[in-house]
């Protein structure tokens, strides 16, 4: 859309010249070395007659890094698109401004099967179903998935054979599997639909496709060449042709979750039928296995997958250890009968990778590495940790009991993954500190109201109403301002009355408020312990453009002359979104005062 406003002059037109480049292709590129005009002419042949002179020649990571930094064509503006995982190897200070592609909302995702599935009735279980399962539901906000659940819950539910829908990851890309299969079968062997889906020939390309994907998923690379394809004897047909910037053919996945997919069927399979662990970096011969004594076991190698995938630094083995968890169950294995000629795992093999998730749960894990081993106990039928919550919850205990590092992580997990709207996040539900309250940040981000309060032991929340001795420190402001600054973030009330914030947790909060994707639109810091040097930051950032804030609660503070004159001049700044400020014995509302009484 960027690029098209600018062709059409709708928009960006102080850019003089717009490079699409792809990192699936610059990633098939970094063992090569290129001048920055050298790589623009080896994909846009055009540009040789424009005389550039940035010609000393360097590795392709070198010349993004340096284009990233600024050292480089400083005056162009870069526009990189990835995972958030990647994205947040990228100096934050290289930064200036965030956009996040969401995917289909919910509202988005029920339509697109109702339009895909014309009968009601149909429809309406179709996405009843898939609301039934919350990594079915979240996964759905990515169109191609969208799509790959259509295909395969249409032929399930059309099979004379019937059976129960898939409920996880693993058994739909398991169903999404047979059903090409069949599709080639049919379409491109010539065969029927009554023949078998997995012939040796069909065993064989999978194995190939298999080896190809964990292979470069290893590599980073998520393109191909032919003759990468060809010499595995792997048919073209099943990748979808991409239109590259030059001239040679490169293929891809249909999406990289398939690739993922593929990859953790390879090194399942793999280990089933020779012992060998793919993810070691050192293999052992086929033959040194067959005389060794204690052969490796299933729940080492899903130890070791665990431990690759948290050490990732940008989340690249997540799907693929989702995948590759799934696939140890008996039932799902039973799905690919004729594919898989040997079955492998147990309940005490499962049991004792559940038990190993658990125990990383309870170390220091990110938000999302947390999340994350929520998905793959769901995808082991495992979910005794977020039942222990969730009971929690329900019998009114939680908010008296001490919670462990894995208990936090769960109920995080529950509320994010909660059916509804995060509206209103109320902490009293909550046994909550400081420390509680930086835990549940993930889940203050995806709510739309939180109010921090405190009375006798433990947060609570309250509307209308401002409690004292909330416990929260500059600490909590620097985690805060964070949130605010988020563009996913939706707060738009928040209440830090009775807290020790002084002004520097206030600085750190104006940065956030500063943020054009801060959309707070009330905020009380009654009691807060501030002063001018804090209500000159404040000052600042309700000032700014971009602002949202209308109402500012100061009172029972200490601003000073200067800062009270300051926040007067702000609220009757008529480009100021300040509407009302309440400080110590008087109110102002733009435009006229009204004074009261303190008590």
Same mark, same amino acid.
């Given at each position: 859309k960027f690029t098209l406003d600018w062709a059409e002059d709708k928009d960006n037109q102080d850019v003089h010249f717009t490079f699409p480049f792809s990192f699936r292709e610059l990633n098939v590129l970094k063992e090569k070395k290129f001048s920055l005009v050298g790589l623009v002419h080896h994909f846009f042949t055009e540009t040789k007659e424009a005389g550039i002179c940035i010609t000393e020649s360097t590795?392709?990571?070198? @010349?993004?890094?340096? @284009?990233?930094?600024?050292?480089?064509?400083?005056?162009?503006?870069?526009?990189?698109?990835?995972?958030?995982?990647?994205?947040?190897?990228?100096?934050?200070?290289?930064?200036?401004?965030?956009?996040?592609?969401?995917?289909?909302?919910? %509202?988005?995702?029920?339509?697109?099967?109702?339009?895909?599935?014309?009968?009601?009735?149909?429809?309406?279980?179709?996405?009843?179903? *898939?609301?039934?399962?919350?990594?079915?539901h979240i996964m759905c906000h990515i169109p191609v998935f969208c799509w790959i659940t259509a295909t395969v819950l249409e032929k399930v539910l059309k099979s004379r054979e019937g059976g129960e829908l898939p409920k996880t990851l693993t058994q739909m890309y398991i169903h999404h599997l047979v059903v090409q299969a069949k599709v080639k079968t049919v379409k491109y062997d010539g065969g029927a639909a009554t023949? %078998?889906?997995?012939? %040796?020939?069909?065993?064989?390309?999978?194995?190939?496709?298999?080896?190809?994907?964990?292979?470069?998923?290893?590599?980073?690379? @998520? *393109?191909?060449?032919?003759p990468d394809l060809t010499e595995c004897g792997i048919d073209l047909r099943i990748f979808r042709e991409e239109s590259g910037l030059y001239q040679d053919k490169v293929f891809c996945f249909i999406h990289l979750s398939l690739q993922e997919f593929l990859a953790a069927l390879h090194v399942?399979?793999?280990?089933?039928?020779?012992? *060998?662990?793919?993810?070691?970096?050192?293999?052992?011969?086929?033959w040194w296995l067959n005389i060794w004594r204690d052969k490796p076991t299933l729940h080492l190698l899903h130890q070791r997958a665990v431990d690759e995938a948290l050490k990732s630094p940008n989340g690249h083995l997540d799907l693929f250890l989702r995948f590759f968890l799934g696939l140890s169950l008996p039932a799902n294995q039973s799905l690919l009968r004729g594919l898989l000629t040997q079955t492998g795992s147990s309940s005490q093999t499962n049991q004792e990778t559940v038990q190993y998730i658990k125990k990383k749960l309870s170390e220091s894990l990110s938000a999302e590495r947390s999340i994350n081993l929520f998905h793959c106990l769901n995808e082991l039928n495992d979910g005794s940790l977020v039942e222990e919550i969730q009971q929690s919850l329900r019998s009114g205990r939680l908010s008296t009991e001490e919670l462990s590092p894995a208990q936090w992580s769960a109920l995080v997990f529950i509320l994010l993954s909660s059916e509804e709207d995060l509206k209103e996040f109320d902490l009293k539900k909550y046994s909550a500190s400081e420390e509680a309250l930086l835990k549940l940040l993930p889940v203050v981000k995806a709510s739309n109201k939180a109010l921090y309060v405190k009375h006798q032991s433990g947060f609570h929340c309250w509307f209308?109403?401002?409690?004292?001795?909330?416990?929260?420190?500059?600490?909590?402001?620097?985690?805060?301002s964070s949130v605010l600054s988020s563009q996913s973030s939706s707060l738009t009330h928040l209440d830090l009355s009775n807290n020790q914030l002084q002004d520097s947790g206030v600085k750190l909060l104006s940065s956030g408020?500063?943020?054009?994707?801060?959309? @707070?639109?009330a905020l009380s810091l009654s009691g807060c312990l501030v002063s001018e040097e804090g209500c000159a930051s404040l000052v600042s950032a309700v000032s700014s453009k971009s602002s949202h804030l209308r109402e500012l609660d100061l009172s029972y503070n200490h601003p000073g002359a200067s800062g009270v004159e300051k926040l007067f001049a702000a609220v009757e700044d008529p480009q100021c979104s300040l509407e009302t400020l309440r400080e110590n014995t008087w109110q102002i509302r733009k435009n006229h005062h009204e004074n009261h009484i303190s008590q």
């Amino acid at each position: 859309k960027f690029t098209l406003d600018w062709a059409e002059d709708k928009d960006n037109q102080d850019v003089h010249f717009t490079f699409p480049f792809s990192f699936r292709e610059l990633n098939v590129l970094k063992e090569k070395k290129f001048s920055l005009v050298g790589l623009v002419h080896h994909f846009f042949t055009e540009t040789k007659e424009a005389g550039i002179c940035i010609t000393e020649s360097t590795s392709v990571d070198v @010349l993004l890094t340096n @284009l990233i930094r600024g050292k480089l064509l400083p005056s162009a503006r870069l526009w990189i698109t990835t995972r958030p995982a990647a994205a947040n190897q990228i100096p934050a200070d290289c930064v200036d401004r965030v956009t996040e592609v969401r995917g289909f909302t919910d %509202p988005q995702k029920e339509e697109y099967f109702r339009r895909r599935f014309r009968e009601e009735e149909q429809a309406s279980r179709i996405i009843s179903h *898939i609301k039934t399962s919350r990594s079915l539901h979240i996964m759905c906000h990515i169109p191609v998935f969208c799509w790959i659940t259509a295909t395969v819950l249409e032929k399930v539910l059309k099979s004379r054979e019937g059976g129960e829908l898939p409920k996880t990851l693993t058994q739909m890309y398991i169903h999404h599997l047979v059903v090409q299969a069949k599709v080639k079968t049919v379409k491109y062997d010539g065969g029927a639909a009554t023949d %078998p889906h997995w012939s %040796p020939e069909s065993r064989e390309m999978m194995e190939s496709l298999g080896k190809l994907a964990f292979e470069e998923l290893q590599k980073g690379n @998520l *393109i191909f060449y032919e003759p990468d394809l060809t010499e595995c004897g792997i048919d073209l047909r099943i990748f979808r042709e991409e239109s590259g910037l030059y001239q040679d053919k490169v293929f891809c996945f249909i999406h990289l979750s398939l690739q993922e997919f593929l990859a953790a069927l390879h090194v399942h399979q793999t280990f089933i039928k020779s012992g *060998i662990n793919l993810l070691e970096e050192q293999q052992q011969p086929s033959w040194w296995l067959n005389i060794w004594r204690d052969k490796p076991t299933l729940h080492l190698l899903h130890q070791r997958a665990v431990d690759e995938a948290l050490k990732s630094p940008n989340g690249h083995l997540d799907l693929f250890l989702r995948f590759f968890l799934g696939l140890s169950l008996p039932a799902n294995q039973s799905l690919l009968r004729g594919l898989l000629t040997q079955t492998g795992s147990s309940s005490q093999t499962n049991q004792e990778t559940v038990q190993y998730i658990k125990k990383k749960l309870s170390e220091s894990l990110s938000a999302e590495r947390s999340i994350n081993l929520f998905h793959c106990l769901n995808e082991l039928n495992d979910g005794s940790l977020v039942e222990e919550i969730q009971q929690s919850l329900r019998s009114g205990r939680l908010s008296t009991e001490e919670l462990s590092p894995a208990q936090w992580s769960a109920l995080v997990f529950i509320l994010l993954s909660s059916e509804e709207d995060l509206k209103e996040f109320d902490l009293k539900k909550y046994s909550a500190s400081e420390e509680a309250l930086l835990k549940l940040l993930p889940v203050v981000k995806a709510s739309n109201k939180a109010l921090y309060v405190k009375h006798q032991s433990g947060f609570h929340c309250w509307f209308f109403f401002r409690l004292s001795s909330c416990g929260l420190s500059e600490r909590s402001c620097g985690a805060l301002s964070s949130v605010l600054s988020s563009q996913s973030s939706s707060l738009t009330h928040l209440d830090l009355s009775n807290n020790q914030l002084q002004d520097s947790g206030v600085k750190l909060l104006s940065s956030g408020l500063e943020s054009p994707h801060c959309k @707070l639109e009330a905020l009380s810091l009654s009691g807060c312990l501030v002063s001018e040097e804090g209500c000159a930051s404040l000052v600042s950032a309700v000032s700014s453009k971009s602002s949202h804030l209308r109402e500012l609660d100061l009172s029972y503070n200490h601003p000073g002359a200067s800062g009270v004159e300051k926040l007067f001049a702000a609220v009757e700044d008529p480009q100021c979104s300040l509407e009302t400020l309440r400080e110590n014995t008087w109110q102002i509302r733009k435009n006229h005062h009204e004074n009261h009484i303190s008590q």
